[in-house]
């Protein structure tokens, strides 16, 4: 998995060993390389999404939530989103969907919302000004 960085680099998730790098791309090398082991479950990891958003990176696992890094690459928190595969942001704000509904979490804060969604299969949501995007396979 990868993401662009705030400071133009590229956030690089190793699956395989577990590591979180930030390459610069005008240097060509790793500036950052931070070994996740020690704050990780010592389980199966299923990352799907990974994403820089207010100068926090936000790295998914399907398992076990959503794992909070400062930019320098220090752990923040986790946050249990259970079910989550896709993040959106918005404001102060993550979005995703779980359980059958969307759900708002704030960056901040222990707070969070839930919508009852339509009984339908929708695969990712995306929030972009003050509007939130379903998306289903159709």
């Not at 990176?57 to 930019?71: A, I, M, P």
């Not at 990712?124 to 003050?130: A, S």
Request: a negative charge; hydrophobic letters at 40%.
């Amino acid at each position: 998995l990868a993401t662009l960085s705030s400071d133009q680099n590229l956030w690089l998730l190793e699956q395989n060993d577990l590591r979180l790098m930030k390459y610069n791309f005008r240097s060509r090398e790793v500036i950052l390389d931070i070994v996740l082991a020690p704050w990780l479950d010592d389980i199966d990891h299923d990352f799907s999404f990974i994403r820089e958003y207010q100068n926090l990176l936000f790295l998914v696992d399907k398992g076990s939530g959503t794992h909070v890094f400062d930019n320098l690459g220090n752990y923040i928190k986790k946050i249990n989103t259970a079910e989550a595969v896709y993040l959106s942001f918005d404001g102060e704000h993550l979005y995703y969907l779980s359980a059958g509904q969307l759900v708002q979490q704030s960056l901040y804060s222990e707070k969070n919302s839930t919508i009852e969604l339509p009984p339908t299969i929708f695969q990712g949501v995306v929030v972009f000004k003050d509007k939130v995007y379903l998306i289903c396979e159709r």
